[in-house]
C-alpha cells in the first residue's frame, strides 16, 4: 500500500511539470499561465499557434494562406532560427498584425534557475527586436509543455505568461508525420470558443524542417472554422 502512495505521489508530481494541460503546478506557480482563453460576448474567438519557427522554408508560405484568409496568428519562436535570413519573415510576422512570443528548442529551461531563464529569454526577446525591429510580447512557451517551479519563478521576474493549449489541439501523430486533410478535420471537430490550437511551422532542431503539411491544414481549417462564425485572435491580446 505504501508503495502505491509513494508511486502515486511521483506520478503526480510528474504529471506537473510535463502535462500538456494545466494542472497541479500552474495552479500554485507564481507566474500566470495561459491553456484557454476565456470566451466574451462577442463572436468565439480561437488562437491558432505556430512552434519552432522562423523557418525559412515554410513559415513565408504559412503567412501567405494566413494573409489570404485575412486570420491572425501567434508565433512562438526559437531563439536559435533568429537570424539575419529570418529576420525578415518576422517583421512580416508583425507588420500583418501576428502575435510573437518565445519558445525553447530545449526542455532544459526548465531546470534553469529563475535569474538563468530571465535572462535567457529578456536576451532572446532583445535579439528579436534587434534584428526584426519589434519586440515580441512577454509570452513563453515551454519545449514541449514541461515547466518547473523555476521556470515560473524565472518568468515572475519578468512579468510573463506561461502558455499552453487545449486538450488535443495539436498537431502530434505519434512520430508520423500529419496528414493535413486528416489534422484540420480532427482539429476541426474539437475546437470551442477560447481554443489555443498549436501546430508547427518549424522543428526544434532542424530549421528548414518540411511543414507543407501545416501550410495546407491550416488553408483548410481556417475557412472551415470561419464558416462556422468563428474569428481569430492572438494571444499577445489577451495574455496577462
Not at 536559435?80 to 518565445?102: D, K, N, S, Y
Not at 483548410?220 to 495574455?239: E, H, K, N, Y
Request: proline letters at 8%.
Amino acid at each position: 500500500m505504501m508503495l502505491l502512495i509513494v508511486a502515486a505521489g511521483f506520478g503526480l508530481m510528474f504529471l506537473a511539470h510535463v502535462a500538456p494541460f494545466p494542472f497541479l503546478l500552474d495552479a500554485v506557480a507564481p507566474a500566470p499561465s495561459l491553456w484557454h482563453v476565456a470566451p466574451t460576448d462577442g463572436p468565439p474567438t480561437v488562437y491558432l499557434t505556430f512552434d519552432d519557427g522562423p523557418n525559412p522554408t515554410a513559415t513565408p508560405d504559412l503567412l501567405d494562406v494566413l494573409s489570404s484568409e485575412q486570420a491572425v496568428a501567434t508565433f512562438f519562436l526559437v531563439d536559435q532560427h533568429v537570424t539575419t535570413e529570418t529576420a525578415p519573415i518576422i517583421r512580416r510576422m508583425f507588420t500583418a498584425g501576428h502575435g510573437v512570443g518565445l519558445h525553447s528548442s530545449t526542455r532544459k529551461l526548465m531546470l534553469m534557475t529563475p535569474d538563468e531563464l530571465a535572462i535567457y529569454l529578456t536576451e532572446a526577446a532583445d535579439r528579436i527586436e534587434h534584428l526584426a525591429g519589434s519586440r515580441p510580447c512577454p509570452v513563453f512557451r515551454p519545449h514541449a509543455g514541461w515547466r518547473s517551479g523555476q521556470m515560473y519563478a524565472g518568468l515572475a521576474k519578468i512579468d510573463h505568461t506561461l502558455v499552453g493549449w487545449g486538450w488535443g489541439l495539436w498537431d502530434f501523430n505519434w512520430y508520423r508525420t500529419p496528414a493535413a486533410k486528416g489534422l484540420a478535420t480532427r482539429l476541426g471537430n474539437r475546437i470551442s470558443a477560447g481554443d489555443i490550437i498549436v501546430m508547427h511551422d518549424g522543428h526544434h532542431e532542424n530549421p528548414r524542417a518540411d511543414r507543407r503539411y501545416t501550410i495546407e491544414a491550416t488553408a483548410r481549417l481556417v475557412p472551415a472554422l470561419r464558416a462556422r462564425g468563428f474569428t481569430f485572435g492572438t494571444i499577445c491580446d489577451v495574455a496577462d
